[in-house]
């Protein structure tokens, strides 16, 4: 194992056997590796439809959607309803877009929100939007594609 020659020679050599610490620096690696608990990986729950369900309307009460439009630079407009809406413009602040959907669950019961996206828009605005949605609670959303109507209905908007 570790030698000292302490002979009576003018030259001393030490020998260390290194052997030992390699042993146990792998023991703890292999002890640190067995006994830690990785991150497991958060994933949201989506809701598909049914495949074999035909594509029935459903008729719900105008007051209770929301058609949120995100656009470019970070800007997302929203109105209410179908029938002549007022177009708003907000952002992804706290006093912007989470302030509207908490009014909206506070004045509406379980509201619905109808979220598009204009080609401008980043990836980045989705995943906000739905990080939104569950945080101030809203349990219905639907993502869907943007149609002329609407994109005719912002070029309109005052902003």
């Known amino acids: 194992m570790a030698d000292i020659d302490t002979g009576g020679g003018k030259k001393v050599s030490t020998k260390v056997d290194m052997t030992p610490m390699v042993d146990l620096a792998f023991l703890l690696v292999t002890f640190f590796m067995l006994t830690t608990t990785f991150s497991k990986p958060q994933t949201m729950e989506v809701n598909m439809p049914d495949k074999t369900e035909d594509n029935k309307t459903m008729k ?3 007051s209770r959607t929301t058609t949120l439009v995100l656009a470019e630079n970070d800007k997302v407009y929203y ?3 179908t029938e002549n ?3 708003k413009l907000t952002n992804f602040s706290e006093s912007g877009l989470r302030k509207v959907l908490l009014d909206k669950v506070k004045t509406v019961k379980e509201p619905i929100m109808i979220i598009k996206a204009k080609k ?4 980045k605005n989705v995943v906000d939007v739905i990080d939104e949605m569950a945080i101030t609670g809203v349990k219905i959303y639907a993502l869907v594609d943007i149609t002329p109507a609407d994109l005719e209905l912002l070029e309109k908007a005052p902003y």
């Open 60 to 62: 719900v009460a105008e």
């Open 79 to 81: 109105y209410t309803g």
């Open 85 to 87: 809406p007022e177009v």
């Open 120 to 123: 401008e828009a980043r990836y």
